[in-house]
């Protein structure tokens, strides 16, 4: 969502009004609903209001401290539905049972909410919107398919499919990095207990030396006395920094895109690999799932492209149905994204003139998947070599830091 400055005039007196909406002529038609009395004339883009982010940031605060719905529960759930709206069950039915026996707090509420909605003659899409943070877009893509075919039965069955999909190639993923940070963590706190209870013990033979000390032996008195001082300070820090962090990326469009853009950058290291190969499947997933589906291509472009969380991989990858709907292939508008390789782009081009697009996309999605589970399976081999650079970077210091000045003893002695 975005804030546009609004101008109203009213018997000539004109004033600005801020309007929160999707785009400019949005914003322009909430104003004359809000105002119809009144002369609405232009919409100009603005900065959301200091009161709007602060709003935001009590509100990440709380939402912090709240339990979020694993995707375990959401799968059982999705599931569930599915089997019993398949065996005859009425969709308000089926949701109004899931919401009895499920044991996740939140989302019986939630599914208590939707049944209550569907049950006031709301569609099924219309009431699990309000939901679509806890439940992703292609939830709700896979609800609107479901109801335009009147199948949710088999619609349901393919989202937990490909929920169970994001689920395991997460599980995998942290499963890899978990020894490696369990390491990295590890050094660090000997690294700071070494600091904290070694480097004290020589602080005052280093004091007593009128000799300059060397630059490792400054570093490790400056990180004692940091640390002895300062060291609850630095900690609370570090515990908001990286709560503003994710605050900000996730509520600010133009920061989000900045860091977004850096976490792709071929110079950053590995990330940019896991980042862009688990982007780029995620989306072919969905977009093959939901074209063989027989959902129209532009719709099911519109609805893989949420399931993009990068925001600069996500802004490539909104100009393909822009160039579609100028007459341009699907392979020639991904060709012009500049993230798909030629092989890929070949395959799409033989789908769409053989009439197999379906089924090329299902192979590009499965060329996505095994690059990105060969980085998931090899990870602690690509990461050892940061992990020695690091650990031999910290022992080095330490030993650096404590021993220059000891052989300099002599001379400091004479």
Do not use: C
């Not at 619609?155 to 390491?183: V, W």
């Not at 000997?190 to 000390?213: G, H, N, Q, Y």
């Not at 799409?348 to 089924?359: C, F, M, N, V, W």
Request: no cysteine; aromatic share 8%; hydrophobic share 45%.
């Amino acid at each position: 969502m975005k804030y546009f400055n609004v101008t109203v005039s009213n018997k000539g007196k004109k004033r600005t009004e801020v309007i929160k909406a999707k785009s400019k002529i949005l914003a322009l038609k909430v104003a004359k609903q809000n105002f119809p009395k009144e002369r609405v004339s232009k919409a100009v883009e603005t900065a959301k209001p200091t009161d709007e982010k602060m709003k935001d940031l009590v509100a990440g605060v709380k939402k912090s401290f709240e339990g979020k719905i694993s995707i375990d529960s959401k799968i059982s759930a999705i599931r569930q539905i599915s089997v019993m709206t398949d065996a005859g069950i009425s969709i308000h039915d089926a949701i109004n049972e899931v919401a009895i026996n499920t044991e996740d707090p939140k989302l019986k509420n939630i599914f208590e909410n939707i049944g209550s909605d569907i049950n006031a003659g709301k569609s099924i899409a219309d009431s699990m919107d309000p939901y679509a943070e806890e439940f992703g877009h292609v939830t709700i893509a896979m609800t609107n398919l479901g109801e335009k075919t009147g199948n949710i039965a088999g619609s349901y069955a393919k989202l937990s499919t490909i929920l169970e999909d994001i689920r395991d190639n997460l599980k995998k993923f942290k499963k890899a990095i978990r020894t490696p940070m369990i390491t990295l963590i590890a050094m660090g706190i000997a690294f700071t207990i070494l600091i904290m209870v070694v480097v004290p013990k020589f602080k005052e033979m280093f004091e007593k030396f009128d000799s300059a000390l060397p630059v490792p032996t400054i570093i490790l008195l400056w990180l004692e006395n940091a640390l002895s001082h300062y060291g609850l300070y630095i900690l609370i820090g570090l515990v908001v920094g990286i709560f503003l962090l994710k605050h900000f990326h996730k509520t600010d469009e133009k920061f989000r895109y900045k860091i977004d853009k850096i976490m792709v950058n071929p110079k950053f290291y590995l990330i940019h690999k896991i980042v862009f190969f688990s982007s780029m499947h995620k989306y072919m997933l969905v977009f093959g799932e939901l074209v063989k589906s027989g959902i129209p291509v532009s719709e099911a472009l519109d609805t893989a492209v949420d399931m993009v969380d990068n925001a600069y991989i996500k802004e490539k990858l909104l100009g393909v149905n822009a160039n579609i709907a100028r007459g341009i292939s699907l392979s020639d508008a991904f060709e012009q994204t500049g993230l798909f390789e030629n092989m890929l782009l070949q395959m799409i081009r033989a789908g769409e003139a053989g009439g197999q697009l379906d089924a090329m996309l299902g192979k590009v999605t499965d060329y996505y998947d095994a690059r990105f589970q060969d980085l998931i399976d090899n990870l602690a081999a690509y990461i050892e070599p940061i992990m020695l650079f690091f650990i031999a970077g910290l022992v080095l210091l330490m030993a650096l830091g404590i021993f220059m000045p000891m052989w300099d003893l002599g001379k400091a002695v004479k």
